[in-house]
């Protein structure tokens, strides 16, 4: 779950593709400090009092996917697919939500999104390792 986190600065990248983001940089700062210091439950409240958007979706998600909420993970993440399918915060988030779910099927191709939307060898490499294990678990 760690890796999340990380990949939640990734999230910043999402406001210059969006046209008139409403989700103010320091709400979202505020956000990821607050779930990177675990405090999952208080980043909910502050997005959930932000204007809608892409970021504060994708934000809600991690924030969910932390405290164990797949049912509201999943909605927030898929939020963002529906607007941009090519988030890839929002991909690796849903891999490892349909991991944690033991939903086999759906994490290996949330995970095969991620290969094909990442430049990046080490994410590569680490969706490759995911894949490999998930189709061994799958049998």
Not at 48 to 64: H, K, M, N, T, V
Not at 71 to 80: H, I, S
Not at 125 to 134: F, P, R, S, Y
Request: a positive charge.
């Amino acid at each position: 779950m760690k890796r999340v986190a990380r990949v939640f600065l990734a999230v910043f990248a999402i406001s210059s593709a969006v046209p008139g983001n409403c989700l103010s940089v320091q709400d979202l700062y505020s956000a990821m400090n607050l779930i990177n210091e675990g405090k999952y439950s208080e980043a909910v409240a502050l997005l959930e009092s932000s204007p809608d958007s892409p970021e504060r979706d994708l934000s809600l998600g991690i924030a969910f996917l932390h405290l164990g909420r797949y049912g509201d993970a999943e909605k927030w993440l898929n939020r963002v697919i529906e607007v941009l399918p090519g988030s890839l915060p929002a991909r690796y988030s849903l891999a490892m939500l349909y991991e944690n779910r033991k939903d086999f099927k759906k994490a290996i191709k949330q995970w095969d999104k991620v290969l094909s939307l990442t430049d990046s060898d080490a994410l590569r490499d680490l969706a490759l390792k995911h894949i490999k294990t998930l189709e061994r678990m799958k049998e």
